[in-house]
């Protein structure tokens, strides 16, 4: 029964037969209904309190476009699922197709095309810091194998999901939809090194390879190389049965120096502002050591870019700073394409240069087809600039190469409310926190998200929760303000207004935040005022006036439509 039904409703309409046959789904795919519990009232109840729940919840693998389709017959609100039962057997139809056009390949990589997950190599040292050493292996192959022509390999973030966890290679495998899985250790003591590694055949668990390594610490890249040279040729014979070898290259001559480029690549994952700055320290320090380290100039373009991205200092110091330190890597290193996306970056946040951008964006992508972030910040860009389509295309992509990551899904979730479609949008930013609860800018996309739909009250926990896990960040709390003003709650607002104009007064705050805050109240003529002090500070929120409906109040006043053609869109 419907949520509705359950209640005794007497206004049934078809959205409850959808609901019906969403559980009736969700049973053939799992094999248990989508809610259990002891008796019949508790059944009932858990329709009520509890949210559509997603088929492919622990690991299940079920292809996006279908386990999105379930969720939204799930819906507790008949509102939010499909209107009928012919709306819902065409996007059944459409599915499968417009999953091969979006992201040019199945949803399930392991049955078409050669694939593999590199797990993070366990760190079997007496010293826990060479942890990041065993990390920083795990990453320059991943990097090295997403460079061989046909192959599959899963971004980093969907690895490291299973770091520290002692499950069956086998089944990391199906859960990732790769066919082959590469496990390795890693022991340093004092300038020795012992690498022991061994590829996986998901289907049946034998080995296909296996190999140890003992060295100086210093033969680290030569060790990397030999391994990837070895998965290249083993995966070659079985499955590419062409192709080339990948090859790494020693990216600096000081192990000092790299070792502390991974400790700062490690602190630049967490992405939160404190974690940020340590991890420019730790690039910094590298630097120290080599300065002609070119990727750790490029860890700093990255770090200055996300800095600016999250308003957590003026866009005229960091985005700058960015394609400076960009320019400094490839000055050492031309072609390297992890430097590529913060030139875009800077190019699309601040110079507002969107044909420099994109021909950017498309030449890190040509470098590096396998670098998830490359497409996910792509995907941004087609957004901002209204080509919707193209932008969903290109997070699905990302989200294809790193199936697990939580902020993936929540960027598919941002794609689809630019292109206003909010109940998806929902699903996704939900999925994004399900499996990273951390991840702040999933629940602050899913405020937006909801917002959209008139769920105001829903909109205003998770940005209070946005709030909560930023420590009250700057842009937590335009993103808080503005859910406040739309749910009516205007002396919250005001209040988080004038805790932004205080912080104001030490530090930089967005005035695209502002004027979000201002407009929520009903103050159309402030919120233009700050838009103006945005586009003249080149604040990097002003590249959303295109397609952000948080303005569309705004859309048919002149000065708006001034401040639209400043833009060059």
């Not at 668990?205 to 083993?234: N, P, T």
């Not at 049965?241 to 790299?258: C, F, N």
């Not at 702040?440 to 959209?452: I, K, N, P």
């Not at 896990?469 to 739309?486: D, E, I, M, N």
Request: aromatic share 10%; glycine share 8%; hydrophobic share 40%.
């Amino acid at each position: 029964m419907s949520p509705e039904q359950a209640s005794g409703s007497d206004r049934l309409d078809a959205r409850s037969d959808v609901y019906s046959l969403g559980c009736v789904l969700f049973e053939m795919l799992v094999g248990e209904p989508p809610f259990t519990g002891p008796t019949a009232h508790a059944v009932i109840a858990k329709r009520f309190t509890e949210p559509a729940p997603s088929p492919s919840r622990g690991g299940r693998l079920i292809p996006v476009e279908l386990d999105q389709l379930v969720v939204r017959t799930l819906a507790p609100a008949p509102a939010d699922r499909f209107p009928t039962a012919a709306a819902m057997a065409e996007a059944l139809r459409g599915g499968s197709q417009w999953t091969e056009r979006t992201t040019g390949r199945q949803v399930q990589p392991a049955g078409a095309e050669p694939s593999i997950a590199v797990l993070p190599f366990a760190n079997l040292s007496p010293s826990p810091d060479n942890e990041f050493f065993a990390d920083g292996m795990t990453d320059e192959l991943i990097n090295a194998l997403a460079k061989v022509p046909g192959l599959h390999v899963v971004s980093r973030t969907s690895c490291f999901a299973f770091k520290g966890r002692q499950e069956d290679a086998r089944e990391i495998g199906r859960r990732l939809q790769v066919r082959t899985v590469l496990e390795g250790s890693v022991r340093r003591a004092g300038s020795r090194l012992r690498v022991s590694t061994q590829l996986i055949n998901v289907a049946d668990g034998f080995l296909l390879w296996s190999e140890s390594f003992d060295r100086e610490a210093e033969d680290v890249f030569a060790i990397q190389d030999e391994i990837a040279r070895a998965i290249g040729g083993a995966l070659r014979v079985r499955l590419l049965q062409s192709g080339r070898d990948a090859v790494i290259k020693p990216p600096t001559d000081d192990l000092e120096a790299y070792g502390l480029y991974l400790k700062g690549r490690h602190f630049w994952n967490r992405r939160t502002e404190p974690d940020l700055r340590l991890a420019m320290e730790y690039f910094e320090q590298a630097l120290a050591r080599d300065p002609d380290f070119a990727l750790a100039h490029a860890g700093i373009a990255d770090t200055y870019a996300l800095l600016g991205f999250y308003s957590a200092a003026p866009p005229g110091e960091v985005f700058p700073a960015a394609k400076r330190a960009a320019q400094q890597a490839l000055a050492r290193q031309p072609g390297l394409a992890e430097a590529y996306p913060s030139l875009a970056y800077a190019a699309m946040y601040y110079d507002w240069d969107w044909a420099e951008a994109e021909r950017t964006f498309r030449r890190a992508i040509e470098l590096h087809p396998g670098y998830a972030t490359a497409h996910q910040w792509y995907g941004n860009f087609l957004s901002v600039v209204g080509r919707a389509e193209e932008s969903i295309i290109e997070f699905e992509r990302a989200l294809v190469l790193d199936p697990l990551s939580g902020i993936k899904h929540a960027a598919v979730g941002w794609g689809c409310h630019f292109a206003r479609r909010y109940e998806r949008a929902v699903v996704e930013c939900r999925r994004g926190i399900e499996l990273e609860p951390g991840t702040v800018v999933a629940h602050a996309w899913l405020a937006m998200s909801l917002e959209s739909i008139g769920r105001s009250a829903e909109a205003v926990s998770a940005a209070e929760e946005t709030a909560r896990l930023s420590r009250r960040s700057v842009s937590s709390l335009g993103f808080l303000g503005h859910a406040y003003a739309v749910a009516g709650w205007s002396d919250q607002a005001r209040q988080v207004l004038h805790e932004l104009m205080g912080i104001a007064e030490t530090r930089y705050v967005s005035q695209y935040d502002l004027a979000l805050i201002h407009l929520g109240l009903g103050e159309a003529d402030g919120a233009i005022a700050w838009l103006e002090r945005g586009y003249a500070e080149r604040d990097h929120q002003m590249i959303f006036l295109k397609v952000d409906p948080r303005l569309d109040a705004l859309r048919e006043r002149r000065d708006f439509g001034r401040l639209m053609e400043r833009m060059r869109y």
